[in-house]
C-alpha cells in the first residue's frame, strides 16, 4: 500500500509535468511569435526632410519628402535612402496599418520603442507557412526607426519545440515526484520510530 501511494505521487508529479511542458511550449510559441523581445534599430540619417513612409514588400520602406522626391532603404538588398520611385505593386502585397496600433508587441515596454513619435506605420506580409511584421518610426528629430520580425512554421516550431519542453517538464515532474515520494517514505519512517522510542521509554518505566 505505501509503494502504492509513492507510485502515484510520482506519477501524478510527472502528469503534471507533461501539461507544464505544454503550457511552457504554448507561452515561448506566443512569445517568439509576437517579436515580444525583438529590438528596435535605427536607419542611417536620410538625406532630407520626410513628410512620408511608405512599406513596401520585401522589408523595404520608401520616405517620401515636401517636394515629392522618394528614398528607398531595403535591408534585403542592404542598401538605404538611395533615391527611387515607388513600384506601383511594391504596396499590394502589404497589409499597412497606419496610424499604428500602439498595443502591439513591438511597443510594449520590453521593446523600448521610441518615445517621440512624428509617424508610425505598421505592415504585414503574410505566406502560407510564414508571416513578417514590419513597424517605421519617423521620431521628432528625423530619424527612422525599424522594428522588423518574421515567424515560420516549420519542424523547429512543430515538432523540436514541443518535444523539448514536454521533456524538459517530464523530468522536472518526475524528479519532484521521486524526491515527495522519498521525503514521505523518511517521514513515515521517522514517525514510526519515534513512536517506538516513546513507547520503549514508557514501558522502562
Known amino acids: 500500500m505505501k509503494a502504492s501511494s509513492r507510485f502515484m505521487k510520482v506519477v501524478a508529479c510527472t502528469a503534471l509535468g507533461i ?7 504554448f507561452g515561448i510559441a506566443r512569445i517568439y511569435s509576437a517579436g515580444y523581445f525583438v529590438p528596435w534599430h535605427k536607419l542611417p540619417t536620410l538625406p532630407a526632410e520626410v513628410t512620408e513612409l511608405v512599406i513596401g514588400s520585401h522589408g523595404t520602406v520608401y520616405a517620401r519628402t515636401p517636394s515629392g522626391t522618394t528614398y528607398r532603404c531595403s535591408r534585403w538588398q542592404d542598401e538605404c535612402w538611395v533615391q527611387d ?7 499590394s502585397f502589404v497589409n499597412t496599418v497606419k496610424p499604428c496600433d500602439f498595443s502591439a508587441p513591438q511597443f510594449s515596454w520590453v521593446a523600448n520603442s521610441p518615445a517621440d513619435i512624428a509617424i ?24 527612422v526607426w525599424e522594428w522588423s520580425h518574421s515567424f515560420c512554421v516549420n519542424a523547429l516550431t512543430l515538432c523540436v519545440w514541443p518535444l523539448v519542453t514536454i521533456a524538459l517538464g517530464t ?12 521525503r514521505s517514505h523518511r517521514g513515515k519512517g521517522f514517525s514510526h520510530e519515534h513512536a517506538n522510542a516513546r513507547h520503549s521509554s ?4
Not at 520611385?85 to 504596396?91: A, F, G, K, N
Not at 514508557?202 to 518505566?205: E, F, I, L, N, V
Open 85 to 91: 520611385e515607388i513600384p506601383q505593386d511594391s504596396t
Open 120 to 143: 508610425c506605420i505598421q505592415g504585414e506580409d503574410s505566406h502560407i507557412d510564414c508571416f513578417g511584421r514590419d513597424t517605421y518610426i519617423l521620431d521628432n528629430n528625423g530619424d
Open 171 to 182: 523530468g522536472a515532474g518526475l524528479v519532484a515526484g521521486l524526491f515527495w515520494a522519498s
Open 202 to 205: 514508557r514501558t522502562g518505566r
Open 19 to 25: 501539461v507544464l511542458g505544454f503550457v511552457l511550449y
